[in-house]
């Protein structure tokens, strides 16, 4: 019996490594990552749900001089939207589209996202995109059950210049005139924020609102250091949210200084 000799490797063609080549290496795997802003949402969960009995907040802490979109301790995961998205250009915010509509959506320094939302009954869908729009995720639920509150109006108020503040008015046909010094409304609706510091969204909703004649105004209240700067002011009014009557109007109003207030809508609700 004769031994086979034993298999003889293939001598591997290796380059030395030098420390400049390890340098060179690290940074061609890691390059990717470092440059591309990455979108992850954790809440909401996609799926069926059932959010019955859940905590859900819908007006927000206001800390003046500055005061942003932010979360309660103890708010239920069923109405919140939160994530994060790593390596996003600073100073920049991200874009949020909840049902269709898109919104700015302000960063923290370390990239995390968090901001409350009362979705409606039925299907809901959030989308989150990063400042440079090239990154986003998606994700998309049902919520359900018997006797949901479900918004039938909502104004949903945004801007473009950082720094700046702008305030949502709304006034209902009885009268009633929501706004940051007057967030809840006898009838139910209400403002949920006033954001100071830029972009917003503050959003006026309405569980049974009304019929008759709303106003929805913009008022520029301050902030912008360098008045040249036009601020791009946007409206959105949804009626009906996730129901086959839906309907959503946007509009853009440019606002150009301190004290400017503009009646951006007049409409008849329904
Ligand atoms: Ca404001």
Do not use: C
Not at 111 to 138: H, I, L, M, Q, T
Not at 146 to 169: A, F, I, N, Y
Request: proline share 8%.
């Amino acid at each position: 019996m004769t031994h086979r000799p034993p298999a003889r490797l293939k001598p591997l063609n290796l380059v030395p490594m030098t420390p400049r080549s390890i340098a060179l290496l690290l940074v061609s795997t890691l390059l990717p990552a470092w440059t591309l802003a990455q979108v992850t949402i954790d809440a909401p969960k996609a799926g069926w749900r059932n959010s019955a009995g859940a905590r859900e907040e819908y007006t927000q802490a206001v800390n003046y001089p500055a005061s942003s979109v932010n979360l309660r301790p103890g708010q239920s995961e069923t109405a919140q939207i939160r994530g994060r998205i790593a390596n996003a250009p600073k100073g920049k915010p991200a874009t949020l589209v909840v049902n269709g509509v898109a919104m700015p959506l302000e960063l923290r320094e370390d990239g995390r996202y968090a901001r409350p939302y009362g979705f409606g009954n039925g299907s809901n869908s959030v989308e989150v995109r990063s400042p440079d729009g090239k990154s986003r995720a998606r994700t998309q639920f049902v919520d359900s059950y018997e006797g949901k509150t479900q918004s039938r109006l909502r104004v949903v108020l945004s801007w473009d210049s950082p720094g700046t503040d702008m305030d949502l008015h709304v006034v209902t046909p009885a009268g009633g005139h929501a706004w940051y010094g007057n967030r809840v409304l006898k009838d139910g609706s209400a403002l949920d924020v006033d954001v100071t510091t830029g972009y917003g969204p503050e959003i006026f909703s309405s569980a049974a609102p009304p019929k008759g004649n709303y106003h929805v105004y913009v008022n520029y209240f301050g902030g912008g250091a360098d008045s040249s700067i036009l601020t791009v002011a946007q409206v959105a009014i949804i009626t009906n949210e996730n129901t086959p009557r839906e309907k959503q109007q946007v509009f853009q109003v440019p606002m150009r200084a301190a004290g400017e207030l503009t009646l951006v809508k007049s409409f008849v609700f329904p």
